[in-house]
């Protein structure tokens, strides 16, 4: 039987972020996994960003959401402080950075296309 994954206090995850078990993800980016789909590519996961990490500019084939959980992330728009949620739409493009660091729970629909 499939158990719910339940996760409370997440806005308090950075206090206890270095009990979980993070995977590299990215050039200083770290991946929790919570739930992946690898039939529709579809992924949940908490990433934690370390101070400067970047992720270079890409497109979004499809909705990616992001909640914001500690420490602030900015793209091409502007910057979203811890409670911020950002929907990336179906099309949109940016870069990400995250100048102090942070820790975001993030749900795409499939992966992010890297430009060349």
Known sequence: MNQPI?????????SRQDDL?????RDGI???????NLTT???TALLRYQP???V??????A????????????DDRGVYPAGTLVINT???????????????????EQPVVLDD
């Open 21 to 25: 078990p993070w995977q590299p993800f």
């Open 6 to 14: 339940v996760l409370n206090e997440l806005f308090a995850i950075a």
């Open 90 to 108: 179906p099309g949109s493009h940016h870069r990400v950075a995250s100048p102090e660091g942070c820790i975001v729970l993030i749900t795409w």
């Open 41 to 43: 590519r579809s992924h």
């Open 52 to 54: 400067g990490a970047t």
């Open 56 to 61: 270079p500019h890409h497109q979004h084939p």
């Open 63 to 74: 909705t990616e959401q992001i909640l914001v959980l500690a420490g602030a992330q900015q």
């Open 30 to 36: 770290e991946i929790y996994s919570l739930h992946q």
